[in-house]
């Protein structure tokens, strides 16, 4: 059994039993438990199981990984699924862009356009863009949250909806298999759900380990998308249902 196959069929026995010692998964696999730390590490670091004293534990549903970690985890598929995006948006073209770590990436990457229009709730974003003499950017109101410069609130649900938007831009913290878009935090949800109402075309930044975690709060619906932009191809599951709505599918 190869790495990849070794490290998936590891989360399926942690969904199955909530916790596997490393002696179980040594065990179990017949491999050294080096080899079973270095997986588990890796797992770890790609947000998919939750390392514990002696072995591993399902990932949170309910809390997500701290703001610090998410910025460099995968940060360099982030870069390829931004760049890749980034080809898809026009110059001189309005849209949304939402909270989250790939988002900030994203916006580092359209620099290079000319004539953009950005509204956002996401202070980084802001941050990113606020140079870019030919950029017109608009903050939402409302409340900001310290962990992360995320705007959330009903006053930002009001601001966005004086919008209608060539592109939302969002990111995601899981996709179920059944193609469920997943939060941690119902306030941001809303907000979300409000910037997919008013864009006319909705592009969706999700690196691959987003297809292996289950937040609590459903944000949406694969079916809502446009386009799809990931780094790797994503399970049997999500491409049916990608097919079968007609969601465009871009693997960076």
């Known amino acids: 059994m190869n790495q990849q196959f070794r490290q998936d069929a590891i989360v399926e026995l942690v969904r ?39 072995g591993v534990g399902i990932e949170s549903s309910t809390v997500n990984t701290a703001y610090s970690t998410r910025k460099t985890l995968h940060l360099e598929e982030k870069e390829r699924i931004a760049r890749c995006l980034a080809q898809h948006i026009p110059n001189h073209s309005s849209l949304f862009i939402n909270i989250g770590t790939s988002n900030e990436v994203i916006a580092q990457a359209l620099l290079e356009h000319q ?11 802001a941050a990113i863009l606020q140079h870019k003499e030919d950029f017109t950017v608009i903050i939402a109101g409302g409340q900001v949250r310290s962990r992360d410069g995320g705007i959330i609130g009903e006053a930002t649900i009001d ?17 179920d298999e059944d193609g469920s878009l997943l939060e941690f935090d119902y306030q941001e ?13 909705i592009y969706l930044a999700a690196d691959y380990s987003k297809f292996h ?23 049997d599951a999500i491409q049916r249902l990608l097919t079968q709505h007609d969601v465009a599918l871009y693997i960076a």
């Open 16 to 54: 199955q039993h909530g916790y596997m010692s490393i002696e179980q998964l040594t065990d179990h696999f017949a491999v050294t438990p080096q080899t079973i730390r270095r997986d588990l590490n890796t797992l770890a670091n790609e947000g998919r199981v939750r390392r514990v004293h002696g």
């Open 115 to 125: 004539g953009l229009e950005i509204i956002t709730n996401n202070l980084n974003v």
């Open 159 to 175: 601001f966005i909806n004086q919008f209608k938007v060539d592109y939302g831009i969002i990111g995601i913290s899981g996709i």
């Open 189 to 201: 949800v809303r907000v979300a759900q409000a910037i997919i109402a008013n864009s006319r075309r």
């Open 213 to 235: 975690r289950n937040p609590v709060v459903r944000q949406g619906n694969l079916e809502q998308l446009d386009a799809l932009f990931t780094d790797r191809k994503p399970p």
